[in-house]
């Protein structure tokens, strides 16, 4: 059965520093999605991409993050200037349609130091 | 502003003991309804989808009914297996992005 895969699964890095998550949706996916659940809390929107643009994103996206898709598989999330408060786990997500059922990837856990 | 609440947070049941978890939503436009299961250091699992009021969706022990102001997974005889977080998310009519309750941890024991 086809899945989203994330890696890493977990990274470590120093306040300041740049970190790219990275992702595969599932191959005949559309539209993709990044998430995040700060321990003990809700999972929260980031942002959505379709078409090779972003066509969705939270106030929690703000200049600091990034999304691309470099190629025909990959889709990745970076942050530029990692804060302590970005600690978090960051779940990618897929779905074949707009509006439609996605699938969620396992995660990245950041830990900034 | 759309919003998903979930009830009780946690539960804690014996193996076998059937009970049921709430998720109060409001939200411009119900697209959809989704539960999903999300097991420690993991990804959300998806279990059902619920589109109007009345639809119900059943998988094993567990079944999803909706109403116009909630739904509820009803869980019957559950196993020691069924131990996790249950998420309910919703999709409205602005974008695409999910909004998801705080979750139900279940725990059973046997």
Redesign the interface.
Known sequence: EPE?T?TPSHQVTQMGQEVILRCVPISNHL?F?W?RQILG?????LV?FYNNEI??K?EIFDDQFSVERPDGSNFTLKIRSTKLEDSA?Y?CAS?RQ??????????T?LTVT | EDQVTQSPEALRLQEGESSSLNCSYTVSGLRGLFWYRQDPGKGPEFLFTLYSAGEEKEKERLKATLTKKESFLHITAPKPEDSATYLCAVLGNQGGKLIFGQGTELSVKP
């Open positions: 989203v994330q539209y999605y998430y809390q809700k999972v929260e929107f959505s066509s969705e939270s786990m779940f779905s707009g509006q439609a059922l996605q699938y969620f990837g396992p995660g856990r």
